[in-house]
């Protein structure tokens, strides 16, 4: 089948439940994207309203809290919301992208030359006793590498190992410090750490985000290398797009007709709809990347209407700011939107 451009935005959002909210519990939606971005707190809470015919965010928290939902450093060497068996796999096959990181990343400096090995026991030395904040690990193992900071020290931690960012961070409306604070994840999910079987998140991806090729896959996971095992995977389907390259899917995922109608949508940072793709055109128009800057800085949310992104939002004092719109919307698109701040605010207030 060939898609035109508009087919494949709305073949995104009808497998990204965007075209029309479903009921479905918060944790099967979360499996079902594979994870929600989650580096700002509220990021998970507002996909998920954005998804769901209803969503109490109050119970998402306490998924949190009795760790049927977990935070941790997985895709894109991001910060996720994912269940527990994703929580223990994911960061696995992320560790790739982990290494780049200790690579350039400032804020790890010359840490990066720390012995490894020493290093991972000194972590489990550590948290021996459970789990503990991000500026008391620092700490304590700059007790035993005192050649690099506490902060140094801490980052790594958060690259080399695999650690779960532990509640009230990411709760709804925490009281109290929501500082960053570990534990390791096979502890904290009572599961063990093991690689993923890669076609099988490869599949997961498609149901979710395709029909794409391996260059998006790398895009939503950070891994590279991708297009030997997408070609090997011979069950796919081949589909492609108006130039004719070749788009592969998962056999009977549900295919959106292009005129289908996209109601306006308020997302969260960096929610993965629009990071999920090589192009970022299937969300996104090319005259209008100059809001790539403000989404992908989190200086504003993203709006969308009509299937692309229109323009950016942020919460002040509770209550959603309009910041840009990229066109004058419709009569219909206004009263979409005003709909959909209506019900972030009701969110909000909860």
Avoid at 157 to 177: D, H, N
Avoid at 187 to 197: E, I, S, Y
């Amino acid at each position: 089948m060939r898609f035109s451009r508009r087919r494949l935005n709305r073949t995104l959002l009808l497998r990204q439940h965007l075209l029309e909210r479903v009921t479905m519990e918060p944790a099967a939606m979360v499996g079902h994207l594979v994870g929600l971005q989650a580096q700002e707190p509220l990021s998970p809470y507002l996909s998920l309203a954005a998804r769901l015919t209803d969503l109490d965010p109050h119970a998402v928290s306490a998924a949190i809290e009795d760790r049927s939902l977990v935070r941790i450093l997985s895709l894109r060497d991001t910060v996720h919301l994912h269940l527990p068996a994703d929580a223990v796999t994911l960061p696995v096959w992320a560790a790739p992208v982990r290494e780049r990181e200790m690579k350039v990343s400032q804020s790890i400096g010359t840490a990066r030359e720390v012995d490894r090995a020493a290093f991972s026991a000194a972590v489990r030395e550590v948290l021996a006793d459970g789990p503990l904040p991000q500026r008391q690990l620092g700490a304590a193992l700059a007790e035993r590498f005192p050649a690099y900071t506490a902060t140094q020290l801490g980052q790594v931690a958060r690259v080399a190992e695999v650690l779960v960012q532990l509640p009230p961070r990411g709760c709804w409306k925490p009281t109290g410090s929501t500082a960053v604070a570990y534990d390791h994840a096979e502890r904290w999910t009572d599961l063990p750490l093991a690689a993923p079987d890669v076609p099988s998140l490869v599949r997961r991806y498609l149901a979710a985000f395709g029909p794409g090729t391996a260059a998006d896959v790398t895009a939503w996971s950070g891994i590279t290398r991708l297009g030997p095992v997408v070609k090997a995977m011979d069950d796919l389907e081949v589909h492609e797009d108006e130039d004719g390259k070749a788009l592969y899917d998962v056999p009977g995922a549900p295919i959106a007709d292009e005129d289908a109608p996209a109601p306006v949508r308020l997302l969260g940072n960096y929610d993965n709809v629009w990071l999920s793709h090589a192009g970022r055109d299937r969300v996104t128009a090319p005259e209008h990347r100059r809001l790539w800057m403000g989404v992908n800085g989190a200086q504003a949310l993203s709006i969308y209407a009509d299937g692309w992104l229109a323009g950016l939002w942020r919460v002040e004092d509770g209550r959603v700011v309009v910041v840009e719109l990229v066109r004058e919307l419709t009569r219909s698109e206004r009263a979409g939107l005003d709909e959909e701040i209506g019900r972030v605010e009701a969110l909000l207030a909860r």
